[in-house]
Nanobody, 124 residues
Framework: QVQLVESGGGLVQAGGSLRLSCAASGRTFSRNTMGWFRQAPGKEREFVAGISKDGVSTAYADSVKGRFTISRDNAKNTVYLQMNSLKPEDTAIYYC?????????????????WGQGTQVTVSS
């Protein structure tokens, strides 16, 4: 299990950008597949982006392709989500997730460790 802490959320106008960070504790960060999920009020938690242990493989939800970029810096035990061209429908709590037993997976149930989330609000 990895301890995860998200940061970087906030209020931004449509078309703007935010960069989320997820800091992990311990020495096993590089052994974890990482994912970003989001949950809007009244909706299910949904996959946003995922990245493999070495950062080579990534996956994105169709709704964010071309706008969001996931990356990781294993030396800093941190995964990032660069969000550009933000839309009001991107408004949600964004969660970081980790699991050492899986490849990049779009299912929330596949991830064993979760952060507490960071709020992203996009105004029009």
């Amino acid at each position: 299990q990895v301890q995860l802490v998200e940061s970087g959320g906030g209020l931004v106008q449509a078309g703007g950008s935010l960069r989320l960070s997820c800091a992990a504790s311990g020495r096993t960060f590089s052994r974890n597949t990482m994912g970003w999920f989001r949950q809007a009020p009244g909706k299910e938690r949904e996959f946003v982006a995922g990245i493999s242990k070495d950062g080579v493989s990534t996956a994105y939800a169709d709704s964010v392709k071309g706008r969001f970029t996931i990356s990781r810096d294993n030396a800093k035990n941190t995964v990032y989500l660069q969000m550009n061209s933000l839309k009001p429908e991107d408004t949600a709590i964004y969660y970081c997730a980790a699991d050492s037993r899986i490849r990049v997976d779009k299912l929330a149930s596949a991830y064993a460790s979760w952060g507490q989330g960071t709020q992203v609000t996009v105004s029009s």
